[in-house]
Every structure is written in structure tokens, then in C-alpha cells.
């Protein structure tokens, strides 16, 4: 065993130098993914900002008597006080388990993250997201709030419908978020573990790894020897190594990132933009390396009757796009499902709360707790499960597309 580490990171660093360019361009493509997403939420309607204004400049003048015009908003003003203090669980879940411009931790103390957009034909506008204040002059992130850029563009945060110009001006959005920071954080702290292994057993060949190393050794075996080696083949796996332990490290360090508590609530796997740029990496790397059988077999099947072939084929063909797309969504639901039932015990306590009192939120608050840190050891066993399967799969694939035709 500590042959073959000394050999998979020797001196040279040939190896890590692969993990670490195959870690960067995939931290590239999870944020040009982001980027993308968001630029289709940046194409602005100044429209609805115009309606809104004539709406408001005739109920300005609709309204002559005074007194009841003051009766009217004294109780929507109740009404609204009474709809913002009601705990509604479906908005607290979304909201913890969403992509954000900031890192809540908890109660009223959060973290701005930088804000960053190009105006087209303007410039680039960079501040942070404490600079959005809503007409009160809070930070409330369910109403609507407004800042203004250097270059003298007004955006608009509206919960509901994103980020928008109040100009209308057209922009790309290519801000920094929760996820996007917690990737470049598992970035920086993976090729910190790998390179530091890397020296381990260069500065110390064919001795027993200490300290970290010892602890990464075997999970770097695992994936060689139950997943890379048995699946793929011992002569054809060493160059899908590299990035199936970049998608193994990966997968499981944002996974435990997430069941952190206090530190944001991290979501990242469980974020869409992030498991298609994973899926669309392995779809990517499949086609590249398959050979002619692995085609001819697709699209023109052997022993099989031309007539069953017609109904065949377009099935082999959309499974090629189908694989992919379940690998995502696999990915996507499992992680977030795990976060949505943690806070829906959180949401029981206020729930019962509000419904029964004190005594009922701290009755059932006891049975949340408990739940709760089963559903954290739950979380735990599937933050390495999750990243097993999702290594597995793409081991799979890529044994399939290379698979040498039988004689």
C-alpha cells in the first residue's frame, strides 16, 4: 500500500499536479454555472417597475377621503404586522436551504458576501450585499431592497423575483454567494490536504503515512481499489483517478460542510447549479473517451432485429442524456431532503409554539432535539454514501464507454 501511494504521489507531483488543475476547472465550471443562472435572472423588465410607479401615483390621487384612507392602511398595516410575525415553515425551510448573497449564522448576525456585476455598457458595479437597504432602512430579507452601484445603476433585491435594474439596464451577475464561497473554501482546503500529502510520501518513501496522510490513505485506496480498479479496469483507470478523487473529496467535504451547524447552513450539493456542472463533467468525459464499440453498440446494436433496432436505439440515444440527469437530481434531492427534515424539527418548535404556548414549544422542542441528532448521524453516514454512489456511477459510465468488444 504505501508502494503504490509513494508511486501515486511521487516526487514529480505528475499526479497531484492532475488532481489539482482537474479541482480547479471543475471549481470553474460550479461557478460558471452560477454565473449562468444568474445572468438569466439579470435580463431586466423595466416594465413592471413602470407599472408599479403608475399604480402607485393613482392610488396617490384615487383616494379623497382622508380619514378612511388613514382607517385603511391602520388595518393593513395590522394585518401585514399580524402576517410577518405568523411563523410560516414552508418560507423558513426555503430560505436556510436556498443559495444567498450573505452567510446567516444565526438570529440577526450574518456575514456579506461581495457583489459583483457588469452593466452592459456601463462598467462593472462591486460592493457588498450589506449595501442593500430596504425603504425602512433595515436589512429585513423579506422585503424588498434597493442599493446603488458606483457607476450610479440602482438594483433592486426582491426576494420573489431576484435581482433586477430599476433603470431596466442590462446586466450580468457574477456575485460571489454562500455556494460559490463555500466551494472556493473546499478548493483551497483540498489542495492544502492533497499537496500536503504528496510531500508526506515524497519526504518519507515506503514508511508508514502519520498524521493526516493516514487519514486520507484510505479513502485514496478506496477509490482506487473498489471503485476505479474493479469497475474500469486496472490498465484503464489511472487517468480517470484524478477526477474521480476530485469528485469523491469533492462531494463529501461540501456534504460535511453542510451539517456544520452556525456557520451558514451550506447547501452546495444541494444546490441544482452545482450537481449539472458535476453531471455535465461526467457526461463530458464519457463521450470524449468512448471508443467504436461502445457507438456501435448504441447505435446500431448487434443480434438485434432491424425492426426492434427503430425502437431501440432512440432509447439508447436519450439514455445518454437520461444518465447524466439522474446523477444530478440523485445528488440534488438526497442532500436537500436530509437538510429539509433537520428543519422541519426545527419547525415543529415553533409551530407548537405558537399554536400551544411556551410549554408546548418546549415539549415538543425535547423530541425535536432528539430527532434532530439522529438525522445528524443519519446525515453523516449518507455525506460519504452520497459521494460513493455518485463516484460509483461515473465509474460505471466511463467502464462502459472504454469496454473493448469480446471475441
Avoid at 53 to 80: I, K, L, V
Avoid at 102 to 120: N, Q, R, T
Avoid at 150 to 167: A, L, R, V
Avoid at 254 to 279: E, H, K, Q, R
Amino acid at each position: 500500500m504505501c508502494v503504490f501511494l509513494h508511486r501515486f504521489f511521487e516526487s514529480n507531483f505528475s499526479m497531484t499536479n492532475g488532481l489539482l488543475k482537474r479541482l480547479t476547472i471543475t471549481a470553474l465550471f460550479l461557478c460558471a454555472a452560477f454565473c449562468v443562472s444568474a445572468q438569466s435572472e439579470g435580463h431586466v423588465d423595466a416594465h413592471d417597475h413602470e407599472s408599479h410607479s403608475d399604480h402607485s401615483d393613482h392610488d396617490a390621487h384615487a383616494g379623497h377621503d382622508h380619514d378612511s384612507h388613514a382607517d385603511h392602511d391602520a388595518h393593513a398595516d395590522h394585518d401585514a404586522h399580524a402576517d410577518h410575525d405568523e411563523f410560516v415553515a414552508g418560507d423558513f425551510i426555503i430560505h436556510h436551504i436556498s443559495d444567498a448573497n450573505e452567510i446567516h449564522f444565526f438570529g440577526d448576525i450574518s456575514a456579506p458576501l461581495p457583489m459583483i456585476f457588469y452593466v452592459k455598457g456601463v462598467g462593472f458595479d462591486i460592493f457588498m450585499s450589506s449595501a442593500f437597504h430596504s425603504e425602512s432602512g433595515g436589512h429585513d430579507s423579506h422585503a424588498v431592497r434597493e442599493a446603488v452601484g458606483n457607476t450610479g445603476t440602482i438594483f433592486i433585491m426582491d426576494p420573489e423575483k431576484g435581482i433586477s435594474t430599476k433603470g431596466g439596464e442590462e446586466f450580468w451577475d457574477i456575485s460571489i454567494t454562500k455556494s460559490v464561497f463555500g466551494m472556493f473554501a473546499i478548493l483551497l482546503l483540498l489542495i492544502f490536504m492533497l499537496t500536503s500529502m504528496a510531500r508526506s510520501y515524497s519526504k518519507n518513501p515506503g514508511q508508514a503515512p502519520t498524521g493526516m496522510t493516514n487519514f486520507l490513505e484510505p479513502l485514496v485506496m478506496f477509490v482506487r481499489d473498489d471503485i476505479a480498479n474493479p469497475i474500469i479496469g486496472k490498465g484503464k483507470s489511472d487517468r480517470f483517478m484524478p477526477f474521480l478523487l476530485t469528485t469523491f473529496f469533492f462531494i463529501v467535504a461540501s456534504n460535511l460542510l453542510g451539517l456544520i451547524p452556525f456557520i451558514g447552513g451550506f447547501n452546495i450539493t444541494g444546490t441544482i447549479g452545482v450537481t449539472i456542472v458535476l453531471a455535465s463533467l461526467v457526461f463530458i468525459i464519457t463521450t470524449i473517451n468512448s471508443n467504436k464499440n461502445y457507438w456501435g453498440h448504441l447505435l446500431w446494436p448487434p443480434g438485434v432485429p432491424n425492426a426492434v433496432k427503430l425502437i431501440v436505439v432512440p432509447i439508447e440515444i436519450f439514455g445518454i442524456f437520461l444518465k447524466p440527469i439522474v446523477l444530478m437530481i440523485r445528488l440534488t434531492a438526497n442532500i436537500s431532503a436530509g437538510h429539509i427534515i433537520i428543519l422541519s424539527f426545527v419547525s415543529l418548535i415553533f409551530i407548537f409554539n405558537q399554536d400551544f404556548g411556551a410549554g408546548g414549544g418546549i415539549g415538543i422542542g425535547v423530541l425535536s432535539t432528539l430527532f434532530m441528532i439522529f438525522m445528524n448521524f443519519l446525515e453523516l453516514l449518507v455525506a460519504f454514501l452520497q459521494a460513493y454512489v455518485f463516484t460509483l456511477l461515473a465509474a460505471i459510465y466511463f467502464a462502459d464507454a472504454t469496454q473493448e468488444a469480446h471475441h
